[in-house]
């Protein structure tokens, strides 16, 4: 998959990249994601730091960011970005917020951060420990004996560990440990096909959008086991998403609908989303409203449904109902999702001016109507290719701030609308360039 690497490219501009995974718990439909993150790597902005964030989330929520089962929400956050590590070229990173076998430490505050290089508590709290220990990838044994409080991770595996002074959502005191190994299912294309796609197309390897974005698994499956405090919870083949992104900041605003859990439809997936994202490295007021929606099909059949190849309009409430259509030549998708009022947890996302600030708010809970046509001669062609529901889909909004429903279009703007037609396979062409010379991230 395009973009798997590390992107930054050592200037001093305001950049962050986060990584994001979710695993679904089968039998019970409650779900934990790890959110991992860098903000100025140079260290040399107050907002500069590292994040892991784990939330675990159950039919009644709760605030956490590491998503994980019976409801908790922890986050490390520590401002100096030594510990972290992470490749160009491939997808594996890591952090030590502090290295086995030491007491090291210093004292930490209370607050709902999280983002970016090394050291940390929880709870949430910032911490600056000195950082130390591994800076590749490690078998998980020799990685939980050298790191006593940080994570790595890969496309086929994650581990982590955050120390016993990390707190839940309830004030208790626990520790959180994770290892799970991870199998590709579908990263953002056809099954069938030799690479994967740009979730944003191949424009996506020019500074023009702000911020990008790449869906590394549309569906997997993981297989291993999380701890929280006492309770050890074990998954075989659970469903697993990934998906990352890097630049200045996230958009002004957002929504976004992630399901691969539909019920009777193993190997379905979908991915929504609408944006007012800015151009030209954050221009100031150069923005345009994009999205798109993504499936795909038992089959390995991917249909894509983009500002360049289809019409695709949503109309959002600032909480508990999201509804997106596209429509092109050859498929219709009507993508339809609520929640309850309730549901939901606020959660923490890089912002432009503020760094890792509250943003945007999920839930793991929400239901889900993915309908996809075949169309043919202007009209949809019979009954639905795909009727499928879910009451387990991840449903977001962010920026704003939203006082009424969101009703737009997708607009790309010319000339990027034309050039990203373009038939150029950003993956392809990475391999074909020596990896010394290929930009970051490729």
Not at 163 to 182: F, I, N, P, Q, V
Not at 335 to 349: D, H, K, S, Y
Request: charged share 15%.
């Amino acid at each position: 998959t395009p973009h798997s690497g590390y992107h930054f490219d050592g200037t001093p501009r305001r950049f962050f990249e986060g990584w994001y995974w979710k695993v679904q718990l089968p039998e019970t439909g409650q779900s934990f994601a790890l959110i991992y993150s860098i903000e100025d790597p140079l260290g040399n902005t107050p907002q500069a730091g590292v994040g892991l964030q784990v939330r675990r989330a159950t039919l009644s929520q709760s605030q956490s960011q590491v998503m994980g089962p019976d409801d908790g929400y922890i986050c490390q956050f520590t401002p100096n970005v030594t510990g972290f590590w992470a490749e160009r070229n491939r997808l594996a990173l890591g952090a030590t917020f502090k290295p086995a076998n030491t007491t090291a430490s210093s004292p930490s505050s209370t607050t709902s951060s999280g983002s970016s290089w090394s050291s940390g508590s929880s709870g949430s709290s910032r911490s600056g420990t000195a950082a130390g220990g591994p800076r590749r990838l490690l078998p998980a044994d020799s990685f939980f004996a050298q790191v006593e409080q940080g994570f790595q991770a890969s496309d086929s595996t994650q581990q982590g560990r955050m120390g016993s002074d990390g707190r839940d959502g309830s004030g208790a005191t626990c520790t959180k440990r994770w290892a799970y190994g991870l199998r590709l299912g579908a990263g953002w294309g056809s099954t069938s096909g030799p690479t994967q796609k740009a979730t944003a197309g191949w424009l996506s390897v020019l500074p023009i959008f702000e911020p990008h974005w790449q869906v590394m698994m549309a569906h997997g499956e993981a297989s291993g086991w999380l701890q929280w405090g006492g309770q050890r919870y074990e998954f075989q083949d659970a469903p697993a998403y990934a998906e990352k992104n890097w630049g200045g900041g996230f958009p002004s605003k957002w929504h976004w609908i992630q399901c691969n859990s539909f019920d009777g439809w193993p190997g379905l997936s979908v991915t929504a989303v609408g944006a007012r994202r800015a151009l030209l490295l954050g221009l100031q007021g150069v923005e345009e409203d994009v999205g798109l929606i993504g499936v795909h099909l038992p089959g390995g059949e991917f249909v894509e449904l983009v500002p360049w190849n289809s019409e695709l309009e949503w109309d959002v409430d600032p909480w508990g109902r999201w509804w997106l259509r596209a429509v092109n030549d050859r498929y219709e998708a009507l993508v339809e999702a609520t929640c309850a009022p309730e549901a939901g947890a606020v959660l923490r996302a890089p912002t432009t001016s503020m760094g890792l600030a509250p943003f945007c708010k999920d839930t793991f809970f929400g239901q889900c109507r993915l309908r996809l046509w075949r169309r043919a001669g202007g009209t949809k062609q019979g009954q639905p290719l795909v009727d499928a529901t879910s009451s387990t889909a991840a449903l977001e909004v962010g920026g704003g701030p939203w006082w009424s429903a969101w009703r737009a279009r997708a607009e790309m703007k010319e000339p990027f609308r034309s050039l990203v037609t373009l038939p150029l396979d950003v993956a392809g062409l990475g391999q074909l360039v020596p990896e010394p010379l290929r930009p970051p991230g490729l």
